[in-house]
């Protein structure tokens, strides 16, 4: 099993797969990569002395027949965004409070493999269209989150192998891809050297971005975060690996980013949820490292846990570009292609479950919205498609829109259609120079021609990496940029995660005092409903170019093929075919501008915010230090209670009402909102109640460590639509049985005072979008018991049962509405805790209040016995908790 690689006059033991999989009589090469990196990971733990058990490798070996079988994972390393990250910290935190008052070792209660943070998720667009943008929104950003930044210093001091990038460094996944993954990673175990696949989890859904380097990993939630880097076994199921073929080359006319939507769209509708997905054939081949990163980081996007390219000479020509050393670079060949992890023209294609071919050439200039990044536009529908979504009923995608007033303009111009904001930002495109150079071109001759942009578009630029400035500044792009208002406003999540900042003043009281369906373009990976800015109502996904296009012409309902994007001052039209640069202008201008100098500079020198977070005090020691009056920093109560029994689970589940009853595709921006807090919501009365004026309410990814905000803010935004509550957005509800009209949380409180379990009814696609723990965490919170769906996305169910909520799917061709339920029945599940454990189907009985009764059967949507165990113990928490005591105190 065992062979040695000499490679820089180095001895390096590795685990032979292909001794390994010919001795259960399978060749290497049937095996898709991403099922050989995950043998390889349980093969090496395995003979490390890990508990692993020989069933888990025949059942790799032969995964087709296994699919879902569980595994014991050991990841390599744990990466995190603040919005994350600090809640786990926080968390930890707690944990070691719990543990020192039961009579446990706190010492222990450490990180066990490599923890990197990066503080990109805390930065909003206060100040923008100005020179010293980057600076003011770093002030603000600090003035804000100050008690946060010293909790994260501490925490660097309070746990091992914990590595923080402060703000201004750049957006995670870009960091991850240009300089922390490594690919092939060594270790001294024992007297041995070892070469091994990097392997990593990180809690952002994105993480799969990374898999464009060749390097496996994908987004969990927080909760699983925290358990991997205590140290625990990280359970996973074996996946169903499909192969997506690439066919052709992207056209001239098209970018990435519109192939990337094209790749989007085809796999959600092929449905690929759940599923890893591993791209191979001759239009992959030709694809960079950068191309590759921007379709592998919508994984989530078209459902997938991974989109995967194998490591070839792509992977090293990137890892040349970023300054990776040689001595390694020859490594990462040498071990790739020893232990048949290497892909190139004349690999065999392995065998997957299913091949989906999708022709690259059928990419075409688009964007995708208004709500979901899959529903791809061609540039000549968006139009008509805006027009006929304005007033047509909420139910058929509309805006329901019931006084024409398509014509009424205020005086600042605006009206239906308007684009209030252009944000060229997110790691999906800002990685890829490709697509930042087409957009300072346009940018270029736009400015040329003496066009600007109307004004009430308020436009930013977010480089996921400073390299993106320096070769902008390189290649003279960066001024033209900035010559039409996009000046570098700073380097992290903005826009795509709901941190967009104030609008325009002089705008801002026509869009807040109006009807009109405003919207956004943004060259982000999501759209849904509420997150960009809560006075937008359509929000629009593409390139960085179609961005800079839309936000000149100022409008959606434009058809640029029968319109000109705007007139010169001598009102001669321009058109934006004018403006759009050939794909030759584009790559020649790569490669005489993108050097390594341009990475060694982002990496080698300190980052935009390094000063102040250097100048930042911090206590030291072992335990944090809480607050009692902070409104950041509030110890949560996951620790408090009891471990549930079979009993306990079952009558909390016994004439439970509804409490939220939702259609299909309910996102966890919809769960737990991101952006800002309105001082109306349940969260924002709680604050001002606290005495916190509105200017100093921060966003939700703020106060996520304030478990009091962030129970009130799930189920709370401002779009979301419970049916129980037809009539109204927001996070409303009816209470049972008085039906009475009031806020989730208002009712959840009601609700747990009575003693009264609470539920949720919901149809496909529950909980698609972020990897966003508090969706969890505050559904348990609000004294939800269990979730009934018709399906899933992953993290999500995932982070349901770490938090000890029950996730149920019905049965097929059934749902809410199918049973003719309407959500005010209380409902009875039968011998639920039991029938977990057996993995059985469980017994529903609905009881509607004139007597009516309906029984149905839903299927308990816990994998593995690791989950059903943990869902049981009442979720993450408590089971590691009780990791850390005494068996005598530890909780029954």
Known sequence: MKKILHCNDVALRYIDLASTTVKHGTPITQLPYVIRLLLENVLRHQLLGRAIDEIEIRALIS?????????????????????????????????????????????????????????????QVDVWGQADAVQRNLDFEFARNEERY????????????????????????????????????????????????????????????????????WGVGGIDAESALLGRAYSFPIPDVIGVRLEGAIPALATTTDAALLITQTLRHEGVSGC?????????????????????????????TCGFFPVDTH?????????????????????????????????????????????????????????????????????????????????????????????????????????????????????????????????????????????????????????????????????????????????????????SGPLNPEILADAESSDWVLCTVLSGNRNFEGRIHKLAKANYIGSPAMVMAYALAGRIDIDFSQEPIGHAPDGQAVWLHELWPCSTEVATLIHNTVTTQHYHQAWNSPAEGAQQWSELQANQGTFWSWEPESSYLVPPPFFDSSTPTAETIDKTLDKTRVIGLFGDSLTTDHISPSGEIPIHSSAGQYLTELGIAERDFNTYVGRRCNFEVMTRATFDNIRIRNL???????????????????????ASRRYIDAGVGTIILAGKEYGTGSSRDWAAKGTALLGIKAVIAKSF????????????????????????????????ETYTFFDAAKNIQLTQKVLVQATHKN?????????????????????????????????YLPPTQAQQ
């Open 63 to 123: 995964w087709r027949e296994h699919i879902s079988t569980q595994l014991s994972l050991h990841v390599e390393r744990v990466i995190l965004p603040d919005s994350s990250g600090l809640p786990v910290l926080q968390d930890l935190a707690a944990l070691r409070d719990a543990v020192r008052e039961r009579g446990g070792d706190p010492e222990k209660v450490d990180t066990k493999v490599p923890v990197d943070v990066i503080v990109d998720h805390s930065l």
């Open 150 to 217: 010293r909790f994260l210093k501490w925490a660097q001091q309070a746990f091992q192998g914990l590595r923080v990038f402060p703000p201004g460094s750049g957006i995670i996944h870009q960091v991850n891809l240009e300089h922390l993954a490594a690919v092939v990673l060594t270790q001294q175990i024992g007297e041995e050297q070892w070469v091994f696949p990097d392997f990593v989890i990180g809690g952002d859904s994105h993480t799969p971005m990374i898999n464009g380097l060749g390097v496996l990993g």
């Open 276 to 304: 890893a997905v591993e791209f191979f054939g001759p239009g992959a081949q030709q694809l960079s490292v950068p191309e590759r990163a921007t379709i592998a980081n919508m994984a989530p996007e078209y459902g997938a």
């Open 315 to 499: 992977t090293l020509e990137y890892l040349r570009l970023t300054g990776r050393s040689s001595e390694h670079i020859t490594l990462i060949q040498a071990y790739c292609q020893a232990n048949h992890l290497w892909a190139d023209a004349n690999s065999p294609t392995p065998g997957y479950s299913r091949v989906i071919t999708i022709d690259l050439s059928q990419a075409q200039p688009c964007m995708s919205g208004p709500r979901r990044p899959q529903d791809r536009l061609p540039l000549a529908a968006i139009k008509q498609d805006f027009i006929d979504r304005l007033h047509a009923p909420t139910n058929e995608g509309g805006f329901n829109i019931k006084v024409q007033s398509s014509d009424r303009l205020s005086s600042n111009g605006l009206t239906h259609g308007r684009i209030i904001l252009a944000a060229i930002t997110s790691c999906t495109n800002t990685s890829n120079p490709s697509v930042m150079m087409t957009a300072g071109l346009i940018a270029k001759r736009a400015r040329e021609k003496g066009l600007k942009l109307p004004k009430w578009v308020k436009p930013s630029l977010a480089p996921g990496s400073r390299a993106v400035t320096s070769y902008l500044q390189s290649a003279g792009l960066l001024a033209e940029m900035e010559a039409l208002g996009f000046y570098v406003i700073g380097y992290g999540c903005t826009s795509c995660g709901g941190k």
């Open 724 to 746: 129980l509550t037809p009539e109204r957005e927001g996070g409303w509800t009816r209470y049972f049985p008085d039906d009475e009209t009031m806020s989730i949380y208002a």
């Open 793 to 824: 996305e992953r993290i999500h169910r995932s982070n349901l049962i770490g938090m000890g909520v029950c996730p149920f799917s019905f049965s097929a061709g059934e749902g809410w509405q199918e049973l003719s339920l309407d959500g005010t």
């Open 851 to 883: 007597g009516r009764v309906v029984q149905f059967w839903v299927t308990p949507q816990a994998y593995t016995k690791a989950e059903r165990d943990l869902l049981l113990q009442g979720g993450i928490m408590l089971s590691v908790l009780n990791d």
